[in-house]
């Protein structure tokens, strides 16, 4: 089965992290990671309410990454096996512009 990452930014070639081969990040590490990013980045969430869905996070965890972030390939791999994990999904695309997940 096809397991891979692919985030798109305006204005920049798409990343994509092929995680075929890759070992699977357990689901809490993978909230964990991504709740280090959020944070260490100074990240804020989508909605007005405060209320930060996992989704929400891994989009805004890529968008404050960016692609200078995504030149990282260890960085690169890291959120991508995080996003996958956390989504639990093998297939997860991030439209960073259009702030969406589709699977």
Same mark, same amino acid.
């Given at each position: 089965m096809r397991s891979e990452v692919r985030v798109t930014f305006k204005n920049s070639p798409p990343v994509r992290v092929d995680l075929q081969e890759v070992q699977p990040?357990?689901?809490e590490a993978a909230r964990q990671w991504l709740d280090n990013q959020f944070t260490q980045m100074g990240c804020e969430p989508l909605r007005p309410t405060g209320k @930060? @869905? @996992?989704a929400?996070?891994?989009v805004v965890v890529a968008q404050a990454g960016g692609p200078a972030k995504f030149a990282d390939p260890q960085w690169a791999l890291e959120f991508a096996r995080a996003a996958s994990a956390s989504l639990a999904k093998p297939v997860v695309h991030i439209d960073v512009a259009a702030l969406s997940i589709t699977y």
């Open positions: 990040m357990p689901h @930060l @869905l @996992l929400d996070k891994v």
